[in-house]
């Protein structure tokens, strides 16, 4: 029963992003349904098809789930944690408990990116051709760009 509603409320939230709404208002909505943070990293990583670690950047960075944690969060800036969720995401999706960290070097290297672009507000979600909203993340010369244009307002 728990894994139809899960299912229900992801399909519902795919509706919504096609129509139109942005990311923040489908998290809100999930969470309002009784989605927890797993299941909505969980659901982002099926209806942006991107990978577990920019999903659970995009749910713990997200206002819409900011300020309603459901304590099975270890924090966003712990690595520790955040390796531990996507253990925890990969078991649920492979039916089996999953031995050490997920992902290479780059595939983390390339979530720490997607992350502090976001932490940024860098990132973007636009319509690919066939109408899924996709991300859209910042060039690593353009993150620097931003952190020295902050560092120079902070001077």
Do not use: K
């Amino acid at each position: 029963m728990e894994e139809e509603r899960r299912r229900a409320a992801v399909e519902r939230a795919r509706s919504r992003l096609s129509a139109g709404d942005d990311l923040d208002t489908v998290l809100a909505t999930l969470r309002a349904t009784g989605l927890s943070d797993l299941q909505c990293v969980h659901a982002v990583h099926d209806l942006l098809d991107v990978s577990l670690g920019r999903a659970r950047a995009l749910v713990h960075l997200s206002p819409a789930v900011a300020g309603d944690r459901d304590g099975n969060d270890a924090g966003p800036e712990s690595l520790v944690g955040a390796l531990d969720e996507v253990n925890r995401i990969a078991a649920l999706q492979g039916g089996g408990p999953v031995d050490g960290p997920v992902g290479d070097s780059a595939q983390r290297l390339g979530d720490f990116r997607a992350a502090l672009a976001l932490a940024l507000g860098m990132v973007v979600t636009e319509r690919d051709p066939a109408g899924r909203a996709v991300l859209v993340v910042p060039t690593d010369g353009e993150i620097l760009d931003e952190v020295r244009r902050l560092r120079g307002l902070c001077s």
